[in-house]
């Protein structure tokens, strides 16, 4: 089995972007199933549980202010005919964005799931008096005037698992997005720096700069199933279309209530009367035992219109469960767009 030990900063970087999380789930099922295993060092699982929280604000806030600013500019510059339209689309991908933004969450949760059942490996005593060492030599990753204590424990751990795959025939591999720190200066970045390089031997001991590469040069076939499997999932709806779905649903619950305001109308428990006598009638009478004959005559016109528009077979009667149920709807869509619980006011 192919043990893997992979930099914070690549948990990081996958974390933040939701196309990533075929290949988060790809590792996922992998170790599940046993065909590969990570080895966790404690920095990596401090280090990723501290900047977790910043990784998932920023997801969900780089590209809406990038946005905003862009819908600012439009509203201020962009001809008149021009600027409804654009407007509304950037509208949309800003709700896209939200809604994607919320996968980043999803992508931590796997993700700590992996540092938690991996392979904890604690920094000995050992390990720090090589990781001074290495200080004082100035060896990678402290080749670079900055704090490298961190990515030296990583070497120094990743060493004593090279060694110990070396002797017992089995396989290891190093995974980092930090090639300034861990890859050839001088050369391909894909290859290790000259100071580590005598830990990756090639059969037994790897160095990679992708996880996605190193998955892929080990289970090709899988990467491909579960990217299939993922871009199955369920897009979220385009606000244009929750705009447009509320707007029918307000519209059904509209044309009941003024069904049932006709009924009453036509049994005389409502009454259709001039303005002034409106007006007269007792307070509690003009909510509910007058109308005014002006505004019966708006509705009855905004009946016929929403007829035409949606038409009957749209408008029921509806059994209590069906009446229910578009109800419920339009009270979740209000609450998708903003409006608190059982907003139904139309």
């Known amino acids: 089995m192919l043990k893997i030990l992979v930099d914070t900063c690549v948990w990081l970087d996958l974390a933040k972007d939701y196309r990533q999380q075929s290949l988060i789930l790809a590792a996922k099922e992998l170790f599940d199933g046993q065909q590969i295993d990570f080895v966790v060092p404690d920095v990596v699982k401090a280090e990723f549980a501290r900047n977790k929280a910043r990784v998932a604000e920023d997801a969900r806030r780089s590209l809406q202010a990038h946005f905003r600013l862009v819908r600012e500019a439009v509203d201020r510059f962009a001809e008149d005919d021009y600027k409804t339209e654009t407007l509304n689309s950037l509208n949309e991908i800003d709700q896209r964005i939200a809604m994607k933004g919320e996968a980043v969450n999803k992508s931590i949760e796997w993700i700590e799931d992996l540092l938690a059942h991996g392979l904890s490996k604690a920094t000995t005593k ?169 505004i019966w005559k708006g509705a009855l016109e905004a009946a016929r219109k929403t007829e035409e528009e949606v038409g009957l077979e749209n408008l029921g009667p509806w059994t209590d469960f069906e009446w229910g149920m578009v109800n419920g709807k339009l009270s979740a869509l209000r609450w998708v767009m903003g409006d608190d619980w059982d907003m139904l006011d139309t």
Do not use: C, M
């Not at 990583?154 to 090279?162: G, I, P, Q, R, S």
């Open 126 to 294: 050992a390990i720090k008096q090589r990781v001074t060492e290495r200080a004082i030599a100035g060896l990678a990753p402290y080749h670079r005037s900055k704090n490298s204590v961190g990515d030296a424990i990583l070497v120094e751990t990743y060493a004593d698992l090279a060694s110990a795959a070396k002797a017992k025939g089995q396989r290891v591999a190093f995974v980092s997005h930090n090639t300034r720190d861990f890859s050839d200066p001088n050369g391909d970045q894909r290859n290790p720096h000259p100071d580590i390089a005598e830990l990756f031997d090639g059969p037994h001991s790897t160095y990679w700069t992708s996880l996605g590469d190193l998955l892929k040069s080990e289970h090709a076939d899988y990467l491909e199933f579960v990217d299939e499997e993922l871009s199955w999932t369920d897009q979220p709806r385009r606000l244009s279309q929750i705009l447009e779905a509320a707007r029918l649903l307000g519209l059904q619950v509209w044309y009941n209530r003024h069904w049932n305001l006709r009924s009453q109308v036509e049994r005389g428990d409502t009454k259709v009367v001039t303005k002034p006598e409106w007006e007269a009638a007792e307070p509690r009478s003009r909510n509910n035992r007058v109308i005014i004959d002006s």
